[in-house]
């Protein structure tokens, strides 16, 4: 069955980076566009990157762009969220989610597979 795994999320002081990473198994992961999503307590799930099928077209949230990159290894199944200049209204929950898709969307309702989330705190 399709797998994703989230990892690398913890506690960082504000202004600190974090990376996290999502391993896919049980699909062919070059055929979806791959997203990252977050959900803080008390708040509705919200978009933050999707990267495309061949990794050359990401685009960002207006809250975290220039701050965080998604990146792409289709030899390695892997997806990356690099999160910079950590920011305490970045804790949230954060997922990845595949997209059978060339581009992905912004919209979590077309995201087939979720990982279980991975927790991410930004402290003062």
């Known amino acids: 069955q399709v797998q994703l795994v989230e990892s690398g999320g913890g506690l960082v002081q504000a202004g600190g980076s974090l990376r996290l990473s999502c391993a896919a198994s049980?699909?062919?992961?070059?055929?979806?566009?791959m997203g990252w999503f977050r959900q803080a307590p008390g708040k509705e799930r919200e978009f933050v990157a999707r990267?495309?099928?061949?990794?050359?077209?990401?685009y960002y949230a207006s809250s975290v762009k220039g701050r965080f990159a998604i990146s792409r290894n289709n030899a390695k199944n892997t997806v990356d969220l690099q999160m910079n200049s950590l920011r305490p209204e970045d804790t949230a929950v954060y997922y990845c989610?595949?997209?059978?898709?060339?581009?992905?969307?912004?919209?979590?309702?077309?995201?087939?597979?979720w990982g279980q989330g991975t927790q991410v705190t930004a402290s003062t």
């Open positions: 989610a595949a997209d059978y898709s060339l581009l992905g969307t912004t919209n979590e309702a077309d995201y087939e597979y």
């Open positions: 049980g699909l062919i992961f070059s055929n979806y566009a």
């Open positions: 990267i495309s099928r061949s990794g050359n077209l990401p």
